[in-house]
């Protein structure tokens, strides 16, 4: 292979790359099934044609048939006159017609097969025209689902999926954050509210104490009453404590 030979080869697959690759398959079907139409439509008008045809042919038939019996009838009616030239004239004009008719009715037959052959392939066509327009509808249906899916898995191809984790991870940490610091906040409530009940608690007991010491020094400090001669007579707590004193101080001499 020429060396031009192989850079045709290669355009021209260069080429039908494109072509392709430039197809929409939608556009495709439907442009088929306006072909499709098109064809059917001028099948329609052949057959309209081949039997406007063979109704003329019939006709030309039915009217030679027509001929040759009427010829026929004329001939039939000399002969009753007893006129044979007459009679003679009438059957040659009957098998001119006759002949007629038979040739035309060659055509009639082989014009009917035709008509009948082009109404199969009409019947056809509609058929595959009907099957056609319920493939592409569904090839439509199949399109559009693959394109969806494709700018399905785009959009998910442009979603990063690690940073996303990472955000959620991030603001999980925070509301976990949050939720700590809001009960640590309610720990500490509640110890300064039972701090200030144990002051209250343990404060009432030093201001008893308090109280207690205050009449003492109230009592202390007032006048003592005289004693009454019965007093004086009973020996004090100090002369007892002399008197053992100095006993101690016998015993040890």
């Known amino acids: 292979m020429g060396l031009l030979d192989r850079i045709g080869m290669v355009a021209k697959s260069n080429l039908n790359a494109l072509v392709t690759a430039a197809e929409d398959p939608e556009k495709i079907l439907e442009q088929t099934i306006i072909d499709m139409q098109e064809d059917l439509v001028q099948l329609r008008q052949a057959v309209a044609q081949s039997m406007a045809a063979l109704k003329r042919q019939e006709q030309q038939y039915n009217q030679a048939q027509t001929q040759a019996s009427e010829w026929e009838r004329r001939a039939m009616l000399a002969l009753q006159k007893g006129d044979e030239n007459l ?12 002949e007629t008719a038979a040739s035309l009715k060659a055509g009639v037959d082989q014009q009917g097969g035709q008509v009948d052959s082009l ?47 990472a955000v959620f991870d991030r603001m999980e940490e925070r509301v976990l954050m949050a939720e700590a610091k809001a009960g640590a906040s309610a720990e500490l409530g509640m110890d300064n509210l039972e701090n200030q009940f144990a002051q209250l608690e343990s404060g009432s007991g030093v201001d008893d104490e308090l109280a207690a010491l205050k009449a003492k020094m109230i009592t202390s ?9 019965s007093d004086s007579s009973k020996p004090s707590v100090g002369n007892m404590i002399d008197a053992e004193l100095e006993e101690l101080r016998n015993q040890m001499k």
């Open 87 to 98: 009679a003679r004239e009438a059957l040659s004009r009957k098998k001119t017609h006759a």
């Open 221 to 229: 400090s007032s006048p003592q009453p005289a004693l009454s001669p």
């Open 119 to 165: 109404k199969r392939n009409l019947v056809t066509i509609e058929g595959k025209i009907s099957e056609a327009k319920t493939k592409k509808e569904m090839l439509k249906a199949r399109i559009q689902s693959a394109k969806a899916q494709e700018n399905l898995n785009n959009m998910l191809g442009k979603v990063n999926t690690n940073s996303a984790s």
